[in-house]
C-alpha cells in the first residue's frame, strides 16, 4: 500500500481497554482511508500495487475534489489517513492536503519512496501537521536497492529517514521482501535499527497487479521464506518496547488466508487517483464490479450502498468450503482480488487456503517459481503499463 | 511499570482526541487506533501534563464524590505508562 505498492501490515489494532471493531455491516466505518493522490512515481518497483494499466489513468482529482472526499469519509468516522500513490509527494498540492486533513482532525501518515522529501518539503508538512512518515527501502545497500526500484534513491531514503527522526516524527520503514531481497533480511533490520525506526513492516510482496505478472521472479522458496521468518522473530524479540517490527504472513506458503482487508467494506477505504473508490487498493481489476467513483457520488452512498462496497460484505456471498467454515468469521474467506486472479472466480475461497478445492494452483506456483530460470522482471513504468494492460 | 512521578501527558507518537462517530474517545498512532472506554478515556484526558498521579485521582474524585476509584486510576496508568501511551512531564 506504500508508494512502491508495500502493504499495511497492521491496519487498525483494537486493543486492551478497546472493543474491536464492529462487524455487523450497518456499523461498519471506513477508518482507514487511503488517499492515492498519484500513480506517478519516480521509482519502477516490479511489485508495484497498483494496477497494470496504471498509465492510461491520468485524470487526477483536483484539490478541491480531495478536500471534499477528506470531508466526506470524516463525517463518516474515517481517522487513520494515508497519502500514498504512486509518489504522494509528486502532487504540488500535498501540504495543503495535510493542513486540511489534520484540522478535519485525521492522524495523517505520509507513504513515500522518500524522492522529493528535501528538508524544506518536510518542514512545510510538519507545519501543516503531518503525524507520521513511512519511507520504503528495497534493499539494505545502494546497489540492490537502486536495482530493484528502477531508479538511484538509496542515498536520498538515508538522507530522509534523517531528517524525520531529527524533527522527532514518528518514522515507519517499509521493505517489501521478495526472492532478491530476502537473503538481505538480518541486514535490512540492522539498518532501520541504525536509522533508528519506531515502526517496520517486512511487507511480504502479495501478488497481485505487477506482482502477479512478476511472481516467478520474485515468490521465495519456502526454507527461504522460514530463514528470514526466524530473523525477522529474532529481532522482533531483541528490540520488544524500542521498535515495533510487523512481518507480514507470506501467504503462499501459508495453509490459511489472511485476513484480507479486515473484511471487504468493513474498514479500508482506498481512493485511486482517479476518484475511483476501492475497498481495496488491488481491486481495480476484479470484473464485474462498477466501482464508484467520488466525482459522481458522495462518499455516504460509496461506504454504505454502492453495489460495489456490498458485494463482498458480511458471509452471504460465500460459497462452500467458506461458508459453512468455522474460520469465516476470523479471515473472510480470504482474498477476493487472490481468488479472481487464481480461480478466475472472485467469490471463491482464497486458494491459498489448504480447504480450497482450488489450493493446488498455490501450490503449484511455489513449485514453479522454485524451478524457474531468474528471467528479467518487468519494470512498473509507464511502457510497460501500456504494453501489458 | 510503575506511573512516573511527575506531572502525567500523552506521549509520542500517540494523540488522543474524541472520536464523534464512535462516541468515544481513541488514541490515534501511525497506521494504528485504540478505542477507548468510558472510564480510560475520562482518565487519558486528565493526562494533559497539569497533574501526577495523585491529581489525577483528586479530579475524578471532584467528578465521582466518595468512589472507590484511587486503586483502579493506578492500576491503569501503569498500564498506559507500560504500552507507551503517557509520559512523565
Known amino acids: 500500500m506504500g508508494a512502491d505498492g508495500s502493504p499495511v501490515a497492521e491496519p487498525i489494532a483494537p486493543s486492551a481497554a478497546a472493543s474491536t471493531v464492529p462487524a455487523g455491516v450497518a456499523a461498519t466505518r471506513p477508518l482507514w482511508l487511503l488517499a492515492e493522490l498519484t500513480y506517478r512515481c519516480p521509482l519502477q518497483c516490479t511489485y508495484c500495487s497498483n494496477p497494470l494499466g496504471y498509465a492510461g489513468i491520468q485524470d487526477e482529482l483536483t484539490t478541491v475534489e480531495w478536500v471534499r472526499v477528506l470531508r466526506e469519509a470524516r463525517a463518516l468516522g474515517a481517522a487513520q489517513l494515508g497519502f500514498s500513490g504512486g509518489e504522494p509527494l509528486a502532487r504540488p498540492d500535498l501540504v495543503e492536503l495535510v493542513a486540511e486533513a489534520r484540522r478535519l482532525g485525521y492522524f495523517t501518515n505520509l507513504i513515500t519512496s522518500a524522492v522529493g522529501l528535501d528538508a524544506a518539503r518536510l518542514d512545510a508538512l510538519e507545519a501543516a501537521g503531518l503525524d507520521s512518515v513511512q519511507i520504503s527501502f528495497q534493499a539494505a545497500d545502494a546497489q540492490l536497492n537502486d536495482r530493484i526500484g528502477g531508479a538511484r534513491t538509496f542515498a536520498r531514503k538515508l538522507e530522509a529517514a534523517r531528517l524525520v527522526k531529527a524533527r522527532g516524527l514518528p518514522l515507519t520503514l517499509c521493505i517489501v521482501i521478495h526472492k532478491a531481497n530476502i537473503h538481505q533480511v538480518r541486514a535490512i533490520l540492522d539498518l532501520t535499527v541504525e536509522l533508528g525506526a519506531d515502526y517496520v513492516e517486512l511487507a511480504t510482496t502479495q501478488y497481485y497487479g505487477w506482482a502477479k505478472l512478476n511472481r516467478a521472479q520474485l515468490l521465495p522458496t519456502r526454507d527461504e521464506v522460514r530463514a528470514a521468518e526466524a530473523v525477522a522473530h529474532e529481532y522482533q524479540e531483541r528490540f520488544r518496547g524500542k521498535m515495533r517490527i510487523f512481518y507480514v504472513v507470506p501467504d503462499y506458503h501459508e495453509e490459511r488466508p489472511k485476513a484480507c482487508m479486515n473484511g471487504w467494506g468493513n474498514v479500508f477505504l482506498t481512493i485511486a487517483p482517479d476518484g475511483a473508490a476501492l475497498p481495496c487498493h488491488a481491486a481495480r481489476d476484479l470484473p464485474g464490479l462498477d466501482f464508484p467513483n467520488v466525482r459522481e457520488r458522495d462518499v455516504a452512498w460509496i461506504w454504505r450502498d454502492s453495489p460495489a462496497f456490498n458485494r463482498f460484505r458480511g458471509y452471504e456471498w460465500m460459497q462452500a468450503p467458506c461458508r459453512t467454515c468455522p474460520e469465516r468469521f476470523k479471515d473472510f474467506g480470504g482474498c477476493r482480488c487472490q481468488a479472481y486472479l487464481l480461480t478466475g472466480d472472485a467469490a471463491a475461497a482464497d486458494p491459498v487456503c489448504a480447504l480450497s478445492p482450488r489450493h493446488q494452483v498455490v501450490l503449484d506456483a511455489v513449485a514453479e517459481a522454485a524451478a524457474a530460470p531468474a528471467g528479467d522482471p518487468h519494470y512498473r513504468n509507464p511502457a510497460n503499463s501500456r504494453r501489458f494492460a | ?89
Open chain 2, 1 to 89: 511499570m510503575p506511573a512516573p512521578a511527575g506531572p502525567l501527558a500523552i506521549a509520542r507518537p500517540f494523540r488522543f482526541q474524541w472520536e464523534p462517530a464512535q462516541d468515544c474517545h481513541v488514541l490515534l498512532f501511525p497506521e494504528g487506533m485504540v478505542t477507548l472506554n468510558d472510564s480510560a478515556g475520562r482518565i487519558l484526558a486528565l493526562c494533559d501534563g497539569s497533574r501526577d498521579a495523585a491529581g489525577i485521582i483528586a479530579e475524578l474524585l471532584q467528578q465521582f464524590p466518595g468512589a472507590d476509584l484511587a486503586g483502579g486510576v493506578r492500576e491503569f496508568l501503569e498500564v498506559a505508562h507500560g504500552r507507551g501511551w503517557i509520559a512523565g512531564g
